[in-house]
């Protein structure tokens, strides 16, 4: 058995324990085994859609649950929580929320045209998601979210166009030999340049840096050689580094103005471009 098949087994074995529930409208399988993109360090990721809270007694009973099989609480409370299990000596994640939360959030993408990248990720989630258990939600959820609006995408370029001024990790970072200022500096821009990217290419913001470089192969409209150049970012000595990202901005910054001219991108051009001395 492959290690996708074997995780694949686990998780379906996991949620069948909440298929008879009524109070579990769906369940999500997310994450690298949904995509069939499993290595020897994946887990299990479980999304549990609630039709309402558990009571105290029955979150008590979840985690006790959870620290019996080795593992613990992530975050949470009875109204919404995440623990994780050892289950065929594999990590599974479960993450409790209400079905309502998720209707709510998805209306502040597709409706209200929230950037927030936290709620794109979870979009992403769903949309490249697996349903274990469905009562419609879930497939429902991924028909709306499938009709990315253009209006998300200029709110998502809005809130992406904030780089650090490129002396800063230029003259404080690289000159001085400061690897951990460049890198503090280049990871927030780096998640900047895919935010706007993803949104130029009218797909959900990825989040975070996890699997990063595999999101920005992905994209058609991008800087050339873009996902091998972002990453020679954190390989290359210092100061080529940031020649590089620099490029990369600016050539970004020209993609913005090529495919979504309603944005101005005048501010963010002068103030990257500033000077360290008048």
Request: glycine share 8%; with cysteine; aromatic share 8%.
């Amino acid at each position: 058995m492959s290690a996708q098949e074997d995780l694949l087994r686990i998780a379906e074995a996991a949620a069948q324990r909440f298929a008879e529930d009524a109070r579990v409208a769906a369940v999500l399988l997310t994450g690298s085994v949904a995509q069939g993109e499993v290595d020897a360090a994946s887990d299990v990721d479980l999304i549990l859609y609630l039709n309402e809270p558990f009571t105290k007694a029955e979150y008590d009973a979840e985690v006790a649950a959870a620290k019996a099989s080795g593992g613990d609480l992530h975050f949470g409370d009875e109204k919404g929580f995440g623990v994780w299990h050892f289950i065929g000596g594999r990590k599974v994640d479960f993450g409790f929320g209400l079905k309502s939360q998720t209707d709510e959030l998805i209306d502040a993408l597709l409706i209200k045209h929230d950037a927030n990248p936290t709620y794109q990720l979870v979009a992403r989630g769903i949309l490249n998601g697996r349903a274990l258990k469905d009562d419609g939600s879930i497939a429902g959820w991924q028909q709306r979210l499938s009709d990315y609006p253009a209006p998300l995408a200029e709110a998502t370029v809005k809130a992406c166009l904030r780089f650090m001024p490129a002396w800063v990790m230029r003259e404080m970072g690289a000159r001085r030999d400061d690897p951990f200022l460049v890198y503090e500096c280049a990871l927030p821009a780096v998640s900047n340049l895919c935010g706007i990217l993803a949104a130029l290419n009218h797909r959900y913001h990825p989040g975070k840096a996890k699997r990063l470089h595999a999101f920005a192969t992905e994209l058609g409209v991008a800087p050339n050689d873009f996902a091998p150049r972002l990453r020679s970012v954190f390989g290359l000595p210092l100061m080529e580094a940031v020649g590089v990202l620099e490029a990369l901005v600016r050539e970004t910054l020209d993609l913005v103005d090529e495919h979504l001219p309603t944005v101005d991108t005048a501010a963010c051009r002068k103030r990257y471009a500033a000077r360290l001395t008048q």
